[in-house]
């Protein structure tokens, strides 16, 4: 089975370690420098989300023993921008810290089981300079079971009915074929190819998609996502 993972962004290193793991650092203009923006049109109150067969909430102290456990995983490190290798909770506990700050604009979630509650990755929205994007990923024993599709589904909802963006972006390894086909279940299209600086991969290809309003609302009403 493939990683389910992915991504938005750009940045690597000791910095990286303290950010939201999920999201790719994607140089999407192929500079030098690209910072985290606070974008005063895309405030989202964050809520608790429930899907079929997942609560997605804010990441707790509780979460760490089991993020840590998932996340010390070269497999899915290689596929994400923001994952060191090897992960312990030592970094789990400053991604949970780091995730409670709400000064940035976004959400960061725990997805976690509705049936026993247990922890299985993390999910979100983040702004960048080219707009929102969605990020996420999924711990390998939970692999090939849709979860992935579902938690991201909830956030392309989430995204277009709580902001007033026109346009959602997310990006994937191209290497991600898992990955990918969460992304094309939600509609994204293919938007062209960047690159990644990932702490745990180097500098590797990626492939961005995006899905705009009109698109997302022509799928909802035909019941497609």
Not at 15 to 43: C, N, Q, Y
Not at 61 to 85: C, T, V, Y
Not at 162 to 172: F, G, M, N, Y
Not at 213 to 221: D, G, H, K, Y
Request: aromatic share 8%.
């Amino acid at each position: 089975r493939e990683p389910v993972s992915g991504q938005s962004g750009k940045g690597s290193g000791e910095m990286g370690r303290h950010l939201p793991f999920f999201f790719e650092l994607e140089d999407w203009t192929m500079v030098a420098e690209k910072e985290d923006i606070e974008d005063e049109s895309l405030p989202i109150d964050c809520p608790v989300l429930v899907t079929e067969r997942l609560v997605m909430r804010p990441p707790h102290p509780d979460d760490i023993p089991e993020l840590a456990e998932l996340a010390n995983n070269r497999r899915l490190a290689d596929m994400l921008g923001r994952m060191p290798h090897p992960y312990g909770e030592r970094e789990a506990r400053s991604f949970v810290e780091t995730s409670s700050d709400r000064t940035a604009s976004g959400c960061t979630y725990a997805v976690s089981l509705a049936a026993n509650g247990a922890f299985i990755g993390c999910a979100g929205l983040h702004a960048r300079s080219a707009g929102l994007e969605l990020g996420y990923w999924i711990g390998e024993p939970y692999w090939g079971r849709g979860y992935a599709t579902e938690a991201a589904h909830a956030l392309v909802d989430l995204a277009f009915r709580a902001t007033a963006i026109d346009r959602l972006h997310v990006s994937c390894r191209v290497i991600n074929s898992a990955s990918r086909r969460v992304i094309h279940k939600c509609g994204f299209q293919y938007f062209g190819q960047g690159m990644l600086d990932s702490i745990a991969a180097g500098r590797v290809p990626t492939e961005r998609y995006t899905l705009d309003r009109s698109t997302w609302v022509s799928l909802r009403s035909w019941g497609q996502v």
